[in-house]
């Protein structure tokens, strides 16, 4: 592989934010938002909104989701 043109590849946390579960995982992500992990070391958070935590296909569950904001802001922005 050539060196240098490739992301850096590290830990991170995801966060549901809907369900509250955290997950730790490697990612090229990265955030300014840090959170302590359970083994005491302090890992880059990346907030989520679905995970499979929260998705109605793993859980089993009907979840609704807030998206009239999205829906009003799209046509505010394109209406004609």
Do not use: C
Request: aromatic share 12%.
């Amino acid at each position: 592989m050539k060196k240098g043109i490739h992301p850096e590849y590290h830990e991170v946390i995801f966060q549901d934010t809907s369900s509250n579960v955290s997950f730790k995982t490697k990612s090229t992500m990265t955030s300014k938002e840090t959170v302590k992990w359970e083994d005491g070391n302090e890992y880059p958070v990346i907030k989520l909104e679905v995970s499979s935590a929260s998705h109605p296909f793993y859980t089993g569950k009907k979840i609704f989701v807030d998206t009239a904001g999205r829906v009003e802001k799209f046509n505010k922005k394109y209406k004609k």
